[in-house]
């Protein structure tokens, strides 16, 4: 079984999109292939994820929320899921969704409680969550 190519920079985000979920799915039931390979693999994803961060943060600093809140969910769908970067990632997306109004209390409760499920004391994302939940509330 052969592995499939790493997945270069794509200029159309979908295109990245599916193939790094086809990739992470096809490495995590691979067992032939090394941990280096899979290190590898990883630390790759893991590089271009804090690229589509960074972007994200030039976006929200230039009052871009919906296409920050896109960079985030990029980054967010090419790291593992018990990485601690997806609290930053999920907080990120919070800020974002804080920023658009309406206020979608809801949704921001529920990307904080995805955050703290990786960080339960990032204390930013628990301030957030107690300012939505007691708007959500009201």
Do not use: W
């Not at 943060?57 to 980054?75: C, I, P, S, T, W």
């Amino acid at each position: 079984m052969q592995m499939p190519n790493t997945i270069p920079i794509y200029s159309s985000s979908t295109t990245m999109y599916h193939k790094a979920v086809l990739s992470v799915t096809y490495l995590s039931k691979c067992t032939k292939v090394s941990n280096h390979k899979k290190e590898l693999f990883l630390s790759s994803h893991k590089e271009r994820a804090h690229e589509l961060k960074e972007e994200g943060n030039k976006r929200f600093q230039g009052r871009d929320y919906v296409g920050a809140l896109e960079q985030y969910e990029q980054a967010l769908n090419l790291i593992p899921r018990n990485h601690p970067d997806r609290a930053i990632f999920h907080s990120n997306q919070v800020a974002c969704l804080m920023q658009m109004r309406p206020i979608q209390h809801e949704s921001v409760v529920n990307e904080c409680t995805l955050a703290l499920e990786v960080h339960p004391r990032f204390n930013r994302t628990l301030f957030r969550r107690a300012r939505a939940s007691e708007c959500y509330i009201q």
